[in-house]
């Protein structure tokens, strides 16, 4: 509460006299959306502190991820070039016995080429199927394919056990992939996984402590109520018309 003085006058044996008494009066809340126990010194800046460190914590991240957000909203409709894939491919018939299962080959591709992530379903795979040649039927060729994807890379390895033959295709990524593939997490392990959790929190810690930091000084609150309802409903109309099956 505030203290304010006022005057007052008042007459005694045909003399007049002053005094000065104090009037409380309602403070005014800097920070509408903090409890008045918190409009403290100590919280504040507790709070100011917590909002600025977090922020200088993501601030690297907030803006890899931010520019790469924008090129793969409008890489398509600005015809934004990430740069030219860089593809390089061999074929050879590999010395020694042939490979016992898939997890071998996955294996030795892993060991060869420096490659940690695990193998995943390949997007060139042939589809293979017996079929019918004057009146035979023949089998198929065992073929195992699989794909190891990194944000930097991908590659492609394909293996047939009854001829020992190795073929793989490297397909390299510009900077600006990079950066999209990082965005998505693609071929990422869970030290990246982590480092973007860390930054989701700090997002909700800046958000949460500028939401406590608001001031009169910038509005009333029912503009605040209304800007976060206007954020709201723009969230709705972006994204629930292109709900399959609508919301729920």
């Not at 903090?34 to 690297?60: I, V």
Request: aromatic fraction near 10%; include cysteine; charged fraction near 20%.
């Amino acid at each position: 509460m505030l203290m304010i003085i006022t005057r007052k006058e008042f007459f005694f044996g045909g003399l007049a006299m002053t005094t000065m008494e104090p009037t409380k009066t309602k403070r005014r809340k800097l920070h509408p959306f903090l409890p008045e126990k918190l409009q403290r010194g100590t919280f504040l800046l507790w709070l100011k502190r917590t909002h600025a460190w977090t922020g200088l914590f993501g601030a690297l991240m907030f803006v890899v991820l931010g520019f790469s957000g924008i090129l793969l909203n409008h890489r398509n409709v600005m015809k934004i070039e990430v740069g030219t894939p860089q593809v390089s491919s061999v074929e050879f018939v590999r010395e020694g016995m042939p490979f016992e299962s898939r997890d071998d080959f996955a294996a030795w591709v892993q060991a060869t080429y420096g490659v940690i992530q695990e193998p995943s379903a390949s997007r060139k795979a042939p589809r293979i199927e017996a079929v019918s040649f004057e009146g035979t039927e023949q089998k198929p060729v065992e073929r195992w394919d699989m794909r190891f994807r990194g944000p930097n890379a991908a590659i492609e390895a394909s293996y047939v056990p009854a001829a020992n033959l190795v073929a793989l295709e490297r397909t390299g990524y510009s900077f600006l992939a990079l950066l999209k593939e990082l965005h998505m997490g693609h071929g990422i392990g869970v030290v990246w996984i982590l480092l973007i959790d860390a930054i989701a929190g700090a997002l909700l810690l800046m958000s949460l402590s500028g939401i406590l930091l608001w001031s009169r000084l910038h509005g009333p609150r029912l503009a605040a109520a209304g800007l976060l309802l206007a954020c709201a409903v723009w969230v709705l109309l972006g994204a629930a018309p292109y709900m399959i099956g609508g919301i729920g």
